[in-house]
């Protein structure tokens, strides 16, 4: 790609006209990233039709309808204690049907009724809601009639996060698209056709262009996996290539059976395995290229920890790669005490880390003394040198790009990597998603977990349920309640974390509130309060940032509302949470009232198994147009177009171009670039 073209995709969205920092780092929580390149990665989820007609009869409650109406009267809401009637305004169509708009949020009330006169038309877009009369809750639009054109006949639907909107979505849109022609004037024909491919998708007219049969998304689809099965082809290449090869590295010291001694427990058939066959790799010339998957609580940490003290046998280095801070912090307190019984120097290392505390930690790895370095993308900062890291370990490795684990691999000279994930992959498709690493399987659970008990509830039992908690909670028990938003917002009926923090203090002393919008110490610090057994907070109100990364093995109970609204992977992640003690651990799957059939379905199948690789078949199985909520995202890799189920063919036809490389080279590297699938190619 051209310089010109390659700076337009790495622009930060801040600059976009209406972003700015704030909104640019909300982008980032959503997208991964906070460029213009990523943001058109992260196409539409559906379409919205707000086509004008001329009355709702004939309209099904639940579906977006757009209509002329007279505004006839406004009546604002009451307060009865903590509580709020909504703001009513009452209105009707050209064939004299009365339709009503409600809002409940007072906050921006008198923008609302200003934009709706009494005795004046406007044209109201918005979802009809089921019931006795004709009600739409906060619309999406309202406009003059001479302004109709405002309102999108075809309005793209983008999956969102805290704080963007779809005028957001639209506005960043209308800004990209309109400089992004004169970016690709005279670049390949490939490059041409990739954006043009983009833009149909950004620029749905239905939901059949969002559709996996789709050519645009065919398109997308076949080059994005071309780009992950070259870099597949790369490394395979490159792994087995004379240059690369490595001396047989031999046994300094004699470490193995002090682990074994030191660990607490007794590893299971799996995890010996795995160590096994581990061991088999690291005694050969060929780096290591090996995942560990696992289902969450079946001992890979402990696993990893086998590979690092085989590695300081060597007398090598290991560095231990996590995603958040958290969770390379709860690493880092589980490992150092066993590193400690062995004699092995263990350190931590972080963002957050400076001055002199970071330059000691520095020192130390420089002069060989740290044998296991736990911590986050600061392992590879520019100022991080090794004096002999011989294993990289990737913990979470689907939330890392190829780019950036080899920046950590190059490091060393030729290291063995050990990749380890907690969202297990169908057999079926392991070799076409992890086609240049040796797979290994941990498939049993540590002696002593039994197996959580999963139960589905309504909304409209919630406060039986909060009654029932109350008893546990007094006997001992901690419980994570997990909820899919930060804030009310207008336009959902999905809870917000917020609301439910106030909501449950009034029936427990003890409740804490972490989300993704908070400082990252001040979370870290509620978190870990949670995970005192001392500590007064026994109820965790959260979102999903308690995902990956959190360990309390009291915490014996999970709530999650509108379940309905996650995924398999993601559901049976946040279960993960619970069951990591010797005691009984219990998961309740709360729905809402507009739970659709696919919806129920998902939850039966959480209800039904535990077993991460059941879920994962059945989640490959279910998975349709727009399922996971409209994300294309499984957790086993983050493809933005391909459809697991719908492309299995076009795996086969890009595994065989990257093999035979019939796409000119120049081209696949773009590629490359594009999806974060670039690898070091060696000398």
């Given at each position: 790609?051209?310089?010109?073209?390659?700076?337009?995709?790495?622009?930060d969205?801040?600059?976009?006209?209406g972003v700015?920092?704030v909104?640019?780092?909300?982008?980032?929580d959503?997208?991964?990233?906070?460029?213009?390149?990523?943001?058109?990665?992260?196409?539409?989820?559906?379409v919205?039709?707000r086509?004008?007609?001329e009355?709702?009869?004939?309209v099904?409650?639940?579906?977006?309808?757009?209509?002329?109406?007279?505004?006839k009267?406004?009546?604002p809401?009451?307060?009865?204690?903590r509580?709020?009637?909504p703001?009513r305004?009452?209105c009707?169509?050209?064939?004299?049907?009365?339709?009503?708009?409600?809002?409940?949020?007072s906050?921006?009330?008198?923008y609302?009724l200003?934009k709706?006169?009494v005795?004046e038309?406007?044209?109201?877009?918005?979802?009809?809601?089921?019931?006795?009369?004709?009600?739409?809750?906060?619309?999406?639009?309202?406009?003059?009639?001479?302004?109709?054109?405002?309102?999108?006949?075809?309005q793209a639907?983008?999956?969102?996060?805290?704080?963007?909107?779809?005028?957001?979505?639209?506005?960043?849109?209308?800004?990209?698209?309109?400089?992004?022609?004169?970016?690709?004037?005279?670049?390949?024909?490939?490059?041409?056709?990739?954006?043009?491919?983009i833009?149909s998708?950004?620029?749905?007219?239905?939901?059949?262009d969002?559709s996996?049969g789709a050519?645009a998304?065919?398109?997308?689809?076949?080059?994005?996996?071309?780009?992950h099965?070259?870099?597949?082809?790369?490394?395979?290449?490159?792994?087995?290539?004379?240059?690369?090869?490595?001396?047989?590295?031999?046994?300094?010291?004699?470490?193995?059976?002090?682990?074994?001694?030191?660990?607490?427990?007794?590893?299971?058939?799996?995890?010996?395995?795995?160590?096994?066959?581990?061991?088999?790799?690291?005694?050969?010339?060929?780096?290591?290229?090996?995942?560990?998957?696992?289902?969450?609580?079946?001992?890979?940490?402990?696993?990893?920890?086998?590979?690092?003290?085989?590695?300081?046998?060597?007398?090598?280095?290991?560095?231990?790669?996590?995603p958040?801070?958290?969770?390379a912090?709860?690493?880092?307190?589980k490992?150092?005490?066993?590193?400690d019984?062995?004699?092995?120097?263990?350190?931590?290392?972080?963002?957050?880390?400076?001055?002199?505390?970071?330059?000691?930690?520095l020192?130390?790895l420089?002069?060989?003394?740290?044998?296991?370095?736990?911590?986050t993308?600061a392992?590879f900062s520019?100022?991080v040198?090794?004096?002999?890291?011989g294993?990289?370990?990737?913990?979470?490795?689907?939330?890392f790009?190829?780019s950036?684990?080899?920046?950590?691999?190059?490091?060393?000279?030729?290291?063995d990597?050990?990749?380890?994930?907690a969202?297990?992959?169908?057999?079926?498709?392991s070799?076409?998603?992890?086609?240049?690493?040796?797979?290994?399987?941990?498939?049993e659970?540590?002696?002593?977990?039994?197996?959580?008990?999963?139960?589905?509830?309504?909304?409209?039992?919630?406060?039986?349920?909060?009654?029932?908690?109350?008893?546990?909670?007094?006997?001992?028990?901690?419980?994570?309640?997990?909820?899919?938003?930060?804030?009310?917002s207008?336009?959902?009926?999905?809870?917000?974390?917020e609301?439910?923090?106030?909501?449950?203090?009034?029936?427990?002393?003890?409740?804490?509130?972490?989300?993704?919008?908070?400082?990252?110490?001040?979370?870290?610090a509620?978190m870990a309060?949670?995970a005192?057994?001392?500590?007064?907070?026994?109820?965790?109100?959260?979102?999903?940032?308690?995902?990956?990364?959190?360990?309390?093995?009291?915490?014996?109970?999970?709530?999650?509302?509108?379940?309905?609204?996650?995924?398999?992977?993601?559901?049976h992640?946040?279960r993960g949470?619970?069951g990591?003690?010797?005691?009984?651990?219990f998961?309740?799957?709360?729905?809402?009232?507009?739970?659709?059939?696919?919806?129920?379905?998902?939850?039966?199948?959480?209800?039904e198994?535990?077993?991460?690789?059941?879920?994962?078949?059945?989640?490959?199985?279910?998975?349709?147009?727009?399922?996971?909520?409209?994300?294309?995202?499984s957790g086993?890799?983050?493809?933005?177009?391909?459809?697991?189920?719908?492309?299995?063919?076009?795996f086969?036809?890009?595994?065989?171009?990257?093999?035979?490389m019939?796409?000119?080279e120049?081209?696949?590297?773009?590629?490359?670039?594009?999806?974060d699938?670039?690898?070091?190619?060696?000398?």
């Open positions: 790609m051209k310089k010109d073209l390659f700076d337009f995709l790495n622009t969205l801040q600059f976009i006209r700015g920092p909104l640019a780092a909300r982008f980032n959503l997208l991964g990233g906070r460029r213009i390149l990523d943001f058109l990665l992260h196409i539409p989820a559906y919205k039709n086509g004008i007609t009355s709702v009869s004939g099904n409650p639940g579906e977006v309808v757009t209509v002329m109406l007279l505004v009267s406004h009546k809401g009451r307060s009865f204690g509580r709020r009637s703001t305004v009452t009707v169509d050209k064939a004299g049907q009365t339709v009503i708009i409600q809002f409940f949020n906050n921006f009330l008198d609302w200003k709706l006169p005795g038309w406007r044209i109201v877009s918005g979802k009809l809601e089921s019931g006795n009369q004709h009600v739409i809750n906060h619309p999406d639009f309202i406009e003059e009639p001479q302004n109709a054109d405002k309102i999108p006949q075809f639907i983008y999956r969102s996060g805290e704080g963007i909107t779809q005028k957001t979505f639209a506005n960043v849109r209308a800004q990209v698209f309109e400089k992004l022609p004169e970016k690709i004037i005279g670049e390949d024909e490939h490059i041409v056709e990739f954006f043009e491919a833009k998708a950004h620029f749905p007219q239905s939901d059949d969002l996996a050519d998304i065919i398109k997308l689809a076949y080059f994005e996996l071309l780009a099965q070259t870099a597949i082809a790369i490394s395979r290449r490159t792994r087995n290539d004379e240059r690369h090869r490595r001396n047989m590295r031999t046994k300094k010291y004699d470490l193995m059976e002090k682990f074994y001694a030191a660990l607490p427990f007794a590893l299971t058939t799996a995890q010996q395995r795995t160590i096994d066959e581990i061991k088999s790799d690291m005694s050969k010339s060929v780096p290591m290229m090996r995942l560990v998957q696992g289902d969450v609580g079946c001992g890979k940490t402990m696993v990893a920890f086998g590979a690092t003290v085989m590695m300081a046998e060597f007398g090598g280095q290991t560095a231990l790669l996590a958040t801070d958290t969770l912090g709860q690493h880092f307190a490992l150092k005490p066993l590193c019984k062995l004699g092995l120097v263990c350190d931590i290392l972080t963002g957050r880390d400076k001055g002199v505390a970071r330059r000691e930690k020192v130390s420089r002069s060989e003394r740290t044998r296991l370095v736990v911590g993308h392992l520019e100022d040198e090794y004096k002999d890291l294993l990289v370990i990737v913990d979470e490795q689907h939330r790009g190829v950036q684990r080899e920046a950590l691999r190059a490091k060393g000279n030729n290291p990597v050990l990749a380890l994930s969202t297990p992959i169908p057999r079926t498709l070799m076409t998603v992890y086609g240049d690493m040796d797979i290994s399987i941990i498939n659970k540590p002696a002593g977990r039994l197996p959580i008990k999963t139960t589905k509830l309504p909304m409209a039992r919630l406060s039986d349920l909060i009654a029932r908690l109350r008893v546990q909670v007094a006997t001992g028990a901690k419980v994570f309640w997990v909820c899919p938003l930060v804030q009310d207008e336009g959902t009926d999905m809870t917000a974390a609301s439910r923090y106030e909501d449950l203090k009034k029936f427990f002393s003890g409740v804490g509130l972490v989300h993704g919008q908070m400082p990252k110490a001040e979370r870290d509620v309060k949670f005192d057994e001392k500590s007064d907070i026994k109820v965790l109100v959260a979102t999903t940032v308690i995902e990956v990364g959190i360990d309390v093995p009291d915490a014996t109970i999970i709530v999650i509302e509108n379940a309905e609204r996650f995924g398999l992977a993601a559901l992640q946040l949470r619970v990591r003690g010797d005691r009984q651990s998961c309740v799957l709360v729905f809402g009232n507009n739970v659709s059939p696919d919806g129920l379905k998902r939850l039966d199948v959480l209800v198994t535990d077993d991460g690789f059941v879920i994962a078949e059945q989640d490959l199985m279910m998975r349709g147009v727009g399922e996971l909520l409209g994300s294309r995202q086993w890799i983050n493809y933005h177009f391909v459809d697991y189920r719908a492309h299995r063919d076009l086969k036809l890009a595994s065989r171009a990257a093999i035979d019939v796409v000119p120049s081209w696949v590297m773009d590629l490359m670039y594009i999806f699938r670039s690898v070091n190619l060696g000398a």
